[in-house]
């Protein structure tokens, strides 16, 4: 890992100070960390600098601050809603979209979403955190995504949809549809809704909902890809 | 899983015959497969179709085929030079680079890949083997990419690299460089051999080989990816 995330309200003056047990432990066993490094570090929707690990006991970990005005990187301008994949997906995937820029999720249900995935203990609001914090961290960014659990697929499509797709493209990935996912979007192109559909794909329900909200479908091909891959390639592709 | 890979020594006449015990079991356990269901099958760099499972017990799988006409997704034009990952982290990059259309990989030693990672029973060739084929029965492809193991850096880039770059664009990709991934090539620009770093990326020395074989550096954003993410990544981006 290579930044060192923490909840804004660790900064006491020129200090940051962690004393939330998991934290502790995710200091010591992810990041290694020991007295005497300096560390990239930043604070979670704040700034991003470098700090000296001063003590790490049990109890807590104090920092010095040596800078924190290290520029965060550009978001990508996507909203992913994903039909909500298994757990062990979800957790790669949530890394993976955090680690490349989005900062929009949905997670959606639909018709081949299976309903036990909904009862996973990953939804809950600090596994999924934990899981963006991951990616936040691999790839040196402090601005926590959103995640919004939809499920149920019509009153998402027909009642939030249409404002998402107000002021942004809707794309939905689907194989056998006619174009191609777009290479390498234009910086000034509005930013995009991109549906990424669960593994066996969107029914044709789903799709003609897609294309009644105006939204435009794009395939990567003949070769079917699992989803957590789909996902990197599809916003690699785009942006 | 979309596709029964079988090996190609499988088919005697119109049926396929399986009796290799790991296979039995990939077919029961991944393919759920069982007596009556007609099935995608390939055989491995051969031809690809359907057949229907007439039987299925502890000894043998015996398949009819009903048709082996389907056509081949095209493979990418690329080789691969990948520092060499940790186990499960090659694991998944095994998969995904089949799943992709890469048909040769070079697994490479450099100064920052553990030299643990080389003792491994991920290497054998059965395992890397059993990765590549979920990769292919993923996308539905029949050929196998081949898997190149070089465990010294400098004998490879100065012996073996430039006879892979005599018909080929050379590409490196490294955080920091001024270009940044090209996004998709035209159909008829040459093959690329494109070499990805390990965690913590090439060291300085390893970055002046690659320019002096002619190979141009290209980066991915400030964003660093997690090895795995950045296969798939320049992999899209690419093609």
Redesign the interface.
């Known amino acids: 890992m290579?930044l060192v995330l923490l909840p804004a309200s660790s900064q006491i003056g020129a200090q940051l100070t962690v004393t939330d047990p998991r934290r502790l432990k995710h200091l010591k066993e992810v990041h290694k960390a020991a007295p005497g490094h300096s560390l990239s570090v930043g604070l979670e929707n704040g700034p991003m600098g470098r700090a000296r690990l001063d003590a790490l006991d049990d109890e807590s970990a104090i920092f010095t601050i040596e800078h924190l005005d290290t520029p965060i990187?550009a978001p990508l301008p996507v909203h992913v809603v994903l039909a909500l994949p298994r757990p062990r997906m979800l957790a790669r995937s949530l890394?993976?979209m955090a680690?490349?820029?989005v900062k929009q999720i949905t997670l959606l249900h639909t018709r081949r979403v299976e309903k036990s995935y909904w009862q996973s203990p990953e939804l809950a609001p600090d596994k999924l955190t934990h899981h963006l914090i991951l990616g936040l961290e691999?790839?040196?960014?402090t601005r926590l995504p959103t995640v919004t659990l939809e499920k149920r697929f019509k009153p998402f499509v027909e009642d939030r949809l249409p404002g998402l797709l107000e002021s942004a493209q809707g794309l939905f990935a689907h194989p056998g549809e006619t174009y191609a996912c777009p290479?390498?979007r234009a910086l000034d192109a509005p930013p995009v809704v991109l549906a990424i559909g669960p593994e066996g794909g969107f029914i044709d329900y789903e799709v003609e909902a897609f294309r009644a909200a105006d939204m435009q479908g794009i395939h990567l091909?003949?070769?079917?890809?699992?989803v957590e891959?789909a996902v990197?390639?599809?916003?690699?592709?785009l942006f």
Chains 1, 2 share one sequence.
Not at 138 to 141: G, R
């Open positions: 290579n990187p890394e993976n680690a490349l820029g691999q790839c040196k960014d290479h390498g091909g003949s070769r079917i890809l699992r891959t990197v390639s599809l916003l690699s592709r």
